[in-house]
T-cell receptor, first 113, second 111 residues
Framework: DTAVSQTPKYLVTQMGNDKSIKCEQNLGHDTMYWYKQDSKKFLKIMFS???????INETVPNRFSPKSPDKAHLNLHINSLELGDSAVYFCASSQGAPYYEQYFGPGTRLTVT | RKEVEQDPGPFNVPEGATVAFNCTYSNSASQSFFWYRQDCRKEPKLLMS???SGNEDGRFTAQLNRASQYISLLIRDSKLSDSATYLC????????????FGKGTSLLVTP
């Protein structure tokens, strides 16, 4: 069974469109994250939810809106997509405590044309 | 200045070689330290946590020097399957549970 899954795996869309990426974890973790890995391979935190509450919201354009309907899901909605949004988006989860491993999903490769 | 700095490499080494990666971090409030491994077009996976006393896992040895804010990873007897990007990762007390990643060091082990 996949621990952290993301859909879709690939997303190609045009500038100005709105798109969503879904993430689900079946590990029973209470904390979930969205990371962005840009073309230079730099991986950076965007958001973190703990027990469905937003606990980290880095400097991210407000076109990006995370939503956590329950502890097992964290979705990312992006409005008015721009060329610079092209990247790989990784969802991750952990059991909150800082020393515990974060498990990453396979990533969603977003290309904005 | 980036919070976590690594030599990007690439490091090209023959099978059986010993290779060392270094990493420095800028935030003295950093609390937890890790090495993650990322294969090409895959997600990062935890390789090992790094403890103050240093720790070893098979062919891999990690060291932490809090005074110098320096982390290292030593790989002995390199295997072809060790080829990957190695990410130095730090968690700070003021970043919740989020991880701060270095840009990674690329390793290629050749026959």
């Amino acid at each position: 069974d996949t621990a952290v899954s993301q859909t879709p795996k690939y997303l190609v869309t045009q500038m100005g469109n709105d798109k969503s990426i879904k993430c689900e974890q079946n590990l029973g973790h209470d904390t979930m994250y969205w990371y962005k890995q840009d073309s230079k391979k730099f991986l950076k935190i965007m958001f973190s939810y703990n027990n469905k509450e937003l606990i980290i919201n880095e400097t991210v354009p407000n076109r990006f809106s995370p939503k956590s309907p329950d502890k097992a899901h964290l979705n990312l909605h992006i409005n008015s997509l721009e060329l610079g949004d092209s990247a790989v988006y990784f969802c991750a989860s952990s059991q909150g405590a800082p020393y515990y491993e974060q498990y990453f999903g396979p990533g969603t490769r977003l290309t904005v044309t | 200045r980036k919070e976590v700095e690594q030599d990007p490499g690439p490091f090209n080494v023959p099978e059986g070689a010993t290779v060392a990666f270094n990493c420095t971090y800028s935030n003295s409030a950093s609390q937890s330290f890790f090495w993650y491994r990322q294969d090409c077009r895959k997600e990062p996976k935890l390789l090992m946590s790094v403890y103050s006393s240093g720790n070893e896992d098979g062919r891999f040895t990690a060291q932490l020097n809090r005074a110098s804010q320096y982390i290292s990873l030593l790989i002995r007897d390199s295997k072809l399957s060790d080829s990957a990007t190695y990410l130095c990762v730090v968690r700070n007390s003021n970043s919740g549970y989020a991880l701060n990643f270095g840009k990674g060091t690329s390793l290629l082990v050749t026959p």
